[in-house]
């Protein structure tokens, strides 16, 4: 087990807590995305480009800090 979490920081380039709090801030994006696109299901009028938006800047980011694009999670 430990193996496989220390393979994963080298291979994100991070160190334990510095991949935790970033881990933390995306997953509290993801819950807000889901809250608007959530609201948005209901009234199409609210937020209607917020969810889309904040995907694909999160994915921008992704894939701008990709070390190894080879790698597939």
Same mark, same amino acid.
């Given at each position: 087990?430990f193996?496989?979490?220390?393979? $994963?920081?080298? %291979?994100? &380039?991070?160190?334990? *807590?510095? $991949?935790? *709090? *970033?881990?933390?801030?995306?997953?509290?994006?993801?819950? +807000?995305?889901f809250?608007?696109?959530? %609201? $948005?299901?209901?009234?199409?009028? +609210?937020?209607?480009?917020?969810?889309?938006?904040?995907i694909?800047?999160? &994915?921008?980011?992704?894939?701008?800090?990709?070390? &190894?694009?080879?790698?597939?999670?």
């Open positions: 087990m193996n496989k979490i220390k393979k $994963h920081l080298e %291979v994100a &380039n991070k160190g334990y *807590f510095e $991949h935790m *709090f *970033f881990a933390m801030k995306i997953g509290l994006k993801c819950l +807000w995305s809250v608007t696109a959530f %609201v $948005h299901a209901i009234n199409p009028a +609210w937020f209607e480009y917020s969810t889309s938006k904040r694909k800047r999160m &994915n921008d980011r992704f894939q701008k800090n990709r070390i &190894n694009p080879e790698i597939k999670e």
